[in-house]
């Protein structure tokens, strides 16, 4: 793949929506009006409208490394804020996926510099779920639980916030966890109670 590849991709891609839609790209300069925010991981085998079969201006999406929701970074917390309160979405999605680096990489005891920091929150979530992970002898399967866990905590993340505490009660925002699985394609809901969880942080993270 070269550059040169990717601008003649664009120009085939640009051909390819107006032999369906002439009028493609106008409207899609006309705003946006998307149901969903996407927050998933950086990691480039996951792309978040193609393995949801969705459009331009159909998702909101946010990626970072191991799809996570850390409070004081400004960059998620921004698009949470901006999607909830502006764009009005009716659905947030956490989306995880299996043979996450990212993940790996946190509960390796190398030093791995700037991301720290960043994998030291994956950590954490093994530290709360250690006596669960501890029982499962296979790693691989450690990891994808894992993986599983980490999507549940950054939906705990989510409902702390304000912007979905206020969208939850004022227009029933609903929060979701997913795992992509990347060796079949499968999109799994985790199917998270979403409001058993909001009831049992409400006295400590209730905002009003």
Not at 29 to 36: D, S
Not at 49 to 60: I, N, Q, R, S
Not at 68 to 93: E, R, T
Not at 178 to 183: A, I, R
């Amino acid at each position: 793949m070269t550059l040169e590849h990717v601008f003649k991709n664009n120009k085939q891609f640009i051909q390819d929506k107006l032999s369906v839609d002439q009028d493609y790209f106008e409207k899609l300069g006309k705003g946006q009006n998307p149901e969903l925010l996407y927050i998933g991981c950086s990691d480039s085998r996951v792309s978040a409208e193609e393995l949801m079969g969705l459009d331009p201006g159909e998702v909101f999406v946010h990626r970072n490394i191991a799809n996570m929701v850390i409070s004081i970074d400004l960059n998620v917390m921004s698009v949470v804020n901006y999607a909830v309160d502006h764009l009005k979405v009716k659905h947030v999605v956490v989306c995880g996926h299996y043979a996450c680096g990212g993940v790996k990489a946190a509960m390796q005891s190398a030093d791995l510099g700037i991301l720290n920091p960043w994998l030291r929150n994956i950590r954490d979530v093994y530290r709360i779920h250690r006596d669960e992970l501890n029982l499962i002898t296979d790693e691989e399967k450690k990891y994808d639980r894992l993986v599983e866990l980490n999507v549940k905590e950054q939906c705990v993340n989510l409902i702390k916030t304000a912007a979905v505490q206020k969208a939850y009660r004022d227009r029933e925002l609903k929060v979701h966890g997913w795992v992509f699985d990347v060796h079949t394609g499968t999109l799994i809901d985790l199917k998270i109670d979403f409001d058993k969880y909001l009831k049992d942080i409400m006295e400590i993270y209730h905002l009003d």
